[in-house]
Nanobody, 120 residues
């Protein structure tokens, strides 16, 4: 069983930066694909970025390309999301998820989320 804990959220002004961390305990985190998701009020949860087990492959949604960078340090069991040039529309609760299942099309482990608020 893997426990995920997000941190690094907060209040920032538009154009600012934040770095989110997703720390894992238990399980074999360094073998898992990890995704960062976000959910804004009244909207569905959406994928922001994901990274494969060794960091060799990353994917970003259009909203994140050029502004966000996902990375991981398997020695620390941690995945990061560096967010630059933040916009008010980036305001959301950000979640990390690990262990994507091809069978179910879903991630098996989720964190509790961290709030990101971008003021205009």
């Amino acid at each position: 069983q893997v426990q995920l804990t997000e941190s690094g959220g907060g209040l920032v002004h538009a154009g600012g930066s934040l770095r989110l961390s997703c720390a894992a305990s238990g399980g074999t985190f360094n073998r898992y694909t990890v995704g960062w998701f976000r959910q804004a009020p009244g909207k569905e949860r959406e994928l922001v970025a994901r990274i494969n087990w060794n960091g060799g492959s990353t994917y970003y949604t259009d909203s994140a390309k050029g502004r966000f960078t996902i990375s991981r340090d398997n020695a620390k069991n941690t995945v990061y999301l560096q967010m630059n040039s933040l916009k008010p529309e980036d305001t959301a609760v950000y979640y990390c998820a690990a262990d994507y299942s091809v069978l179910t099309g879903a991630y098996n482990y989720w964190g509790q989320g961290t709030q990101v608020t971008v003021a205009s």
